[in-house]
Nanobody, 126 residues
Framework: VQLQASGGGLVQAGDSLTLSCAAS????????VGWFRQVPGKEREFVAA????????NYKDSVQGRFTISRDNAENTFYLNMNSLKPEDTAVYYC????????????????????WGQGTLVTVSS
């Protein structure tokens, strides 16, 4: 599975931004997809995930209610809609997919995800 992320940019606090990630290759094998983010000097952290078929979601507590993850199976694309952005949301955002797990909920552990897109930078100014 290959992933191509897009949609990052510079926004002001309170603004909205939507990230996209297009999947190609053996997409039929995908169990779940997700978004992670990383700032320099810190570990990559989980943001949101969704199962590819069932649509069950998981969110990091600090983004719950502000961010929404969704997927378009027909287009093999998934999204992260980010509202009410805060300066602390500034990071490089990575999309990811995993094909190895089964079950109704998506993993929040970055080690579960074997396929990664390139990062896209989101900068939120105060």
């Amino acid at each position: 599975v290959q992933l191509q992320a897009s949609g990052g940019g510079l926004v002001q606090a309170g603004d909205s931004l939507t990230l996209s990630c297009a999947a190609s290759g053996r997409t039929v094998s995908i169990h779940a997809v997700g978004w992670f983010r990383q700032v320099p000097g810190k570990e990559r952290e989980f943001v949101a995930a969704i199962t590819w078929t069932g649509g069950t979601t998981n969110y990091k507590d600090s983004v719950q209610g502000r961010f929404t993850i969704s997927r378009d199976n027909a287009e093999n694309t998934f999204y992260l809609n980010m509202n009410s952005l805060k300066p602390e949301d500034t990071a490089v955002y990575y999309c990811a997919a995993e094909s190895s797990l089964r079950g109704p909920t998506p993993s929040t552990w970055f080690g579960s995800y074997g396929h990664w897109g390139q990062g896209t930078l989101v900068t939120v100014s105060s």
